[in-house]
């Protein structure tokens, strides 16, 4: 298991310790994490921020020329809006948990010259298992479903 | 002028007087505003607070029931990580101010099945065009560039 995808997974179990949606990223530039964060749809109360967001705005305002050099990692398969902020920053290469129980804009990303590795991983498939069976209602408000 | 598109206006001119990035938004739900916001970049030192994303932010968490029934109003063409937002959340009618000074992803929306109008507005073309001149380092940040 990579250290920066073990972080995301910390990550993940802190959201869903609080309870909250098990999701965690970290943002990394030339081998150091520079934003970290997880989904706060509950303790936040907010609907724009994934754990991908999180991670973003935890890293705060940076150039272009960092995010050029960044890698993300996220346990679960980026959504459309968090592909979006990946694409709109330029980030070239992200690690992605698992998609098994939920496919993001992958594509969407490959198309745009994005490096997308998916590791399914089975802590990152279990969380979201027992999650999304859990509470399928804050799941399914989570992907606007 | 729409009230709605003049109360996104205002949203992007107190962004200005904060020394902003002026991008203005407003989430209608049934003829009723249930979000506004602003461009954050500078004021929070967040990357993923543009004006959308604000206006998400602030209508807190709702359900697709009520999402699928709004209207997005934007003072500028919605980016990459808003089109994303309001692609994952279902909002079915996107109002644009302008899309001279930039161009976001519409073309994808409008793939997705959600109506963009466009109103080339004179006030939203002058706030971008004034501010672009006077912060471009400001603006191509915030577009990731």
Redesign the interface.
């Known amino acids: 298991m990579d250290n920066f995808m073990q972080a995301a997974i910390d990550e993940a179990k802190k959201g869903l310790e609080e309870g909250g949606v098990p999701i965690g990223s970290v943002l990394v530039h030339q081998g150091k994490i520079i934003g970290r964060g997880h989904n706060r749809?509950v303790q936040s109360?907010?609907?724009?921020?994934h754990g991908e967001?999180d991670a973003?705005?935890d890293?705060?305002?940076?150039?272009?020329s960092v995010?050029k050099e960044c890698v993300i990692y996220t346990t679960l398969s980026p959504?459309?809006?968090?592909?979006?902020?990946i694409?709109?920053?330029?980030i070239p290469h992200v690690v992605v948990g698992e998609n098994q129980t939920f496919m993001g804009?992958e594509e969407r990303l490959r198309a745009a010259g994005v490096k997308v590795e998916v590791l399914q991983d089975p802590t990152c498939i279990e969380l979201m298992t027992t999650f999304i069976n859990d509470k399928p209602e804050l799941w399914?408000?989570d992907?606007?479903?």
């Open positions: 749809r109360g907010s609907p724009i921020l967001m973003f705005a890293a705060g305002r940076q150039p272009a995010y959504c459309c809006m968090c592909s979006g902020a694409e709109l920053y330029g804009a399914f408000e992907i606007g479903e």
